[in-house]
């Protein structure tokens, strides 16, 4: 067990890896490079939700030869792009199934000519009728998915939640929902392919995971696994956004070097890449709870419906995560949840940061401040006499084998923030005053890793190997774009091994190189692949003393003299090692019980609002996040993560609202899609208490997607607190405060006849 | 080759160039096609994100929305401008201390307009600091790491510049 020892590297705040390369600006993202010869992509787009493709044609102003043209007919392999379900074409092939489906595409060696040639290719539908909302899907207005527009549903129960109803003394009962929410990472999404019939598809883009571009290409091209090649290159941000999307885009620039015989670059201008992109689920949550006299939970019975948009892309495992975040950090003797994803007539929603556990965490955690109306007890005190604790069970029946300390991170939270105080002084300020302040709370905790048999099925390889030159190089096919995968893993190579953070370097994420060690998602880097890395670093110091004659203590002159001597005699000095499940877990896909995360990072947040009574802005003025997630590996990265995390939940609560006007998303532009600037974030206090988890790289849970999680509750649970208003749904834009206000006004005072 | 344009001239970083193309042609292209200068970046094309910031006769100016006949004669300073002799500039280095770069697509954008900030004011106030910022987008960061790296990045400035005014006595 490596967490109870000191380390030298581990837990330093060692300067970001690529840092240096990054603040020159030599650091090399897509739209930097340039290669011999290349030509320029673009796509031709639906401009129709639904239909039929009657024609396609060209005008004549446009001298066509200078293109090359590619459609679905010039696919050699399966049109389909290959996650969970085989259902999404790469290029519509016949009919359309959202606005902005890519149908055609177009290559010509000047990228200033495209945009005119894309205007003047005809494309004539016979429009089908679409559905845009969870209802229209839920009644099958339409079916335009499968044969009832379910692309998943997934149930579970724990106890008899029917048996408590008649004798409880309380019953709540709410209906949340969520709406769409952009990644808006800075850079747009960008690939270069190039194709040769000796070296087959070579990719480089801005990505996330490196092996799942490679399996779509694999199909599409009919290729076998080593004529594809994908390298990530430094990628500016992605935040679940570049998960599954890049192998559409990789699959459409590669075609296009098919058949023009050229290296294609294709990025895409930011209109482009908010229109055609995922985006976060959005969702309806309805929650009926039954509680004792004194305020503790009895049943809780949760129905969840997410919009998964046209295909099904990742929607069951966002809807899985979704649900087995639904009940919040609560013990309850009896739990039932359905939920459900429904296909749409927009672009596919995606992964984004919290993947469902914001959308069903908003609900719960909106609840809660429900109930607490409802049983006339301070929201804080309903969480405390609620809270899991060690030893009990989730809805999934899950065992709490490790310490939970929501008490201890509640005691800081209303400690650091002087929550009664402030209380208090709101209370006395607020009836006198045109803005209204607010505090709220929301807690929460966040599974880390893959859902249930996840991590068992993804079986991942990772390592270490040692250049000539004496470098350390860390082996996985796990990315950076911006969280510190590449600091993280190089500190924990380094202090496994015993030598120097500037001894270690990162491999290029390059499937030709490097093993598959699963996906950069689901705040499982650390935690999983970390841990593959300890433990190859340490295999890699074993190796060396049996078979190279290095000691017990060393100098890093030493050390590479004993890997100069293991690479002479056995030609390479590498060391790899496979995932091992922690013992005892058990999971059963079928009713969704067991061990749903090998462990979970846990936090409390805590705003406070001011909402200006005049304007209806809400505006966050401070906030307050502490959390456990296992050991801090690089406290400046881990707070960096939680400050970032948390700006993009106040955007989801306050400022981020995706238009769609019949499928299209109508404000796809920076002007109009507006995120949290400098000026809009408040100061943020970040805490951390710190329980190794001892399966973890040093100790290390997750942590990228767990601030995400409580900015919208805990906000809007504020703005409650300062006007007496309960808001239902985000995000709230000044309009939306706005209708609530006078709804309730009007409710109030009946207009005179 | 010949071509039909004009030639433009101006400064880059201290370096005199000359280019001939379309006077409309944005600085933005003009920098990272014409002259390889690619540390600065394009996030929106429409002067939103600050990505592109580059600093135009002193001036903090969004590349993207600067047509290249605006840049005749100028002084423009970009992102590679910004260290020195193998040394990082003060705000790069505070930029890696603070954390202040995650994934690092607005940083050349956030540096220069942080560098015009602390050139007019060695001591901002965070209100200043927070509209000195205000038209750079960063979505990593949450602007905290960034405001401790402006604020570290001034008073090492006021460190060296005190330091050089000793030397120099």
Redesign the interface.
């Known amino acids: 067990m490596s967490t109870k020892t000191t380390t030298r590297i581990v837990g330093a ?1 060692v ?2 890896k ?12 897509i ?2 490079i340039v290669r011999e010869g290349m030509w320029y992509g673009a796509t031709v787009r639906s401009t129709i939700p639904r239909g039929f493709i009657r024609s396609i044609g060209f005008d004549r102003n446009i001298d066509w030869s200078e293109f090359i043209v590619v459609t679905a007919a010039d696919i050699t392999g399966e049109n389909r792009i290959q996650l969970i379900v085989d259902d999404q074409p790469c290029l519509a092939d016949g009919q359309v199934n959202h606005c902005d489906e890519a149908i055609l595409l177009l290559v010509h060696p000047d990228k200033h000519k495209l945009r005119q040639a894309v205007d003047a290719v005809r494309i004539e539908y016979d429009p089908l009728p679409p559905i845009f909302t969870i209802e229209e899907s839920e009644r099958r207005d339409q079916v335009v998915w499968g044969s009832d527009n379910l692309l998943k549903d997934f149930s579970l129960e724990k106890g008899n939640v029917d048996s408590v109803w008649q004798s409880a003394a309380y019953i709540v009962e709410g209906e949340y929902r969520t709406g769409a929410q952009e ?6 999404n960008g690939i270069i392919a190039e194709w040769s019939a000796e070296k087959g598809v070579t990719v480089w883009g801005s990505l996330q995971c490196p092996y799942y571009v490679h399996k779509t290409l694999v199909k599409i091209f009919d290729l076998p696994a080593e004529k594809v090649r994908v390298v990530q290159t ?6 679940g956004g570049k998960e599954d999307y890049p192998s559409t885009l990789a699959s459409h620039a590669a075609l296009l070097a098919m058949k023009s015989g050229h290296p294609v670059k294709m990025v895409y ?2 209109m482009e890449d908010l229109a055609a992109t995922t985006k976060r689920h959005p969702s309806r949550t309805r929650h009926r709870t039954a509680l004792d006299s004194d305020g503790k939970l009895l049943a809780m019975d949760i129905d969840i419906a997410t919009d998964g948009g046209a295909y099904a892309t990742l929607s069951a495992t966002v809807l899985s995560r979704a649900t087995l975040h639904a009940p919040g950090p609560y013990s309850c003797p009896h739990v039932r949840i359905r939920a459900r994803s429904w296909a749409t007539n927009t672009v596919p929603y995606g992964a984004f940061r919290g993947f469902g556990a914001p959308q069903t965490i908003f609900a719960v955690e909106r609840h809660m401040d429900e109930i607490a109306t409802a049983v006339g007890i301070d929201p804080v005190d309903l969480r405390k006499r609620n809270f899991l604790h060690q030893g009990d069970t989730t809805a999934t029946q899950q065992l709490m084998r490790e310490p939970v300390i929501m008490d201890q991170l509640l005691d800081r939270v209303l400690e650091e923030s002087d929550y009664n105080a402030r209380r208090a002084r709101f209370a006395r300020e607020n009836p006198s005053s045109q803005v209204k302040r607010g505090i709220g709370i929301a807690c929460f905790y966040h599974g880390s890793g893959f859902t249930g048999s996840g991590e068992r099925i993804l079986n991942s390889l990772a390592g270490v190997d040692v250049m000539p030159e004496g470098k350390v190089r860390v082996l996985v096919s796990n990315t950076e ?4 995968t590449n600091t993280v893993l190089t500190q924990i190579a380094a202090e496994a091994i015993g030598i120097g953070y500037d001894d270690v370097v990162m491999a290029p994420a390059d499937t030709g190189l490097v093993p598959n060690s699963g996906p950069t998602v689901a705040s499982r880097t650390v935690m999983v692949v970390g841990r593959l890395i300890e433990r190859a670093g340490k295999q890699l110091v074993a190796m060396l003393r049996d078979q190279a004659g290095l000691g017990t203590n060393f100098t890093r002159e030493q050390f590479f003299a004993a890997c100069d001597r293991l690479r002479s005699a056995q030609g390479k000095v590498v060391s790899l090692v496979r995932y091992e499940a922690p013992p005892g877990i058990f999971w059963d896909d079928q009713k969704y019980q067991g061990e749903a995360y090998p462990s979970y990072a846990w936090s409390i947040h805590m705003a406070q609002v001011a909402v200006d009574m005049v304007t209806f802005s809400a505006e966050v003025e401070e906030f307050w996040a502490v959390q456990e997630v296992g050991r801090v590996l690089n406290p ?2 881990a ?2 993560q939680i ?6 939940g106040i955007g989801y609560a306050l400022y981020e609202k995706v238009l769609l006007q019949n499928g299209h998303m109508a404000n796809n ?3 109009n899609y507006i ?5 809009d ?1 408040p ?2 206090h970040v805490y951390f208490e710190e329980i190794p988890f001892q399966y973890g790289g040093y100790g290390a849970k997750g942590i990228g997607e767990l601030p995400h999680d409580g900015p919208a509750p805990a906000i809007v649970n504020a703005i409650k607190d300062a006007t007496g208003v309960s808001f239902h749904s985000i995000p709230l834009l000044p309009e939306d405060l706005f209708a609530e206000f006078a709804a309730c006004q009007a409710h109030e005072e009946p207009a005179s006849l | 080759m010949n071509t039909p344009w004009p030639t433009i001239r101006f400064t880059v970083n201290g370096k005199d160039c000359a280019v001939e193309v379309p006077p409309m042609k944005r600085l933005i292209d003009v920098l990272r096609e014409d002259l390889q200068l690619t540390g600065t970046k394009e996030g929106c094309g429409e002067g939103e994100c600050g990505s592109c910031s580059v600093r135009l006769n002193g001036e903090l100016v969004n590349s993207c929305l600067v047509p290249l006949l605006q840049v005749e004669g100028a002084d423009v300073q970009t992102v590679e401008g910004l260290a020195s002799k193998g040394t990082l500039h003060p705000l790069q280095q505070a930029f890696l201390d603070c954390g202040g770069a995650q994934c690092g697509i607005c940083t050349p954008g956030m540096l220069m307009a942080a560098a015009q900030l602390i050139e007019n004011n060695l001591h901002p106030s965070m209100a200043e600091i927070r509209e000195g910022l205000a038209g750079n987008l960063c979505r990593c960061t949450g602007f905290i790491r960034i405001f401790e790296s402006v604020i570290a990045g001034a008073s090492q400035t006021i460190d060296s510049s005190a330091k050089k005014a000793h030397n120099a006595r």
């Open positions: 705040p300067p970001r690529e840092g240096i390369d990054k603040l020159l600006g030599v650091a090399r993202y739209d930097d990644h808006l990472y800075i850079e747009n430094e990628t500016g941000g992605a935040f201008d930011r774009f911006g969280q510190g400046v990265l707070t960096g400050e970032g995390g948390i700006a993009q532009q920076m002007t995120i949290p600037t400098a000026e974030v100061p943020i």
